[in-house]
Nanobody, 122 residues
């Protein structure tokens, strides 16, 4: 199984970025998917999750600004990030699991991507 994240970069506060994660080697349409992030000196934390049926949830800190989506034809999971703030700067990881609750409530996953850096300048 491989999860390949891309789309990170440097953006000014208030700007937008779109992260994408391409998956291979798993039954994508049956998998729950998510995004996590880890800033320097902090633990990895939940950002957003999407179930196999398309239901979504996100952390309070990003609600209304970030949107997770999935494409079961292209086997990708995306994170549209708008109105970025300096505190959103982190390495972002995509994740996949058989169980939605594992990603959403336990902060765990069966598979992890390699991470993509997001830097937000003030």
């Amino acid at each position: 199984v491989q999860l390949q994240a891309s789309g990170g970069g440097l953006v000014q506060a208030g700007g937008s970025l779109r992260l994408s994660c391409a998956a291979s080697g798993l039954t994508f349409s049956s998998s729950a998917l998510g995004w996590f992030r880890q800033a320097p000196g902090k633990e990895r934390g939940f950002v957003a999750a999407i179930s196999r049926g398309g239901g979504t949830d996100s952390a309070d800190s990003v609600k209304g600004r970030f949107t997770i989506s999935r494409d079961n034809v292209k086997n990708t999971v995306n994170l549209q990030m708008n109105t970025l703030k300096p505190e959103d700067a982190a390495v972002y990881y995509c994740a996949a699991a058989r169980e939605y609750s594992k990603i959403r409530y336990r902060g765990e996953a069966d598979y992890w991507g390699q991470g993509t850096q997001v830097t937000v300048s003030s």
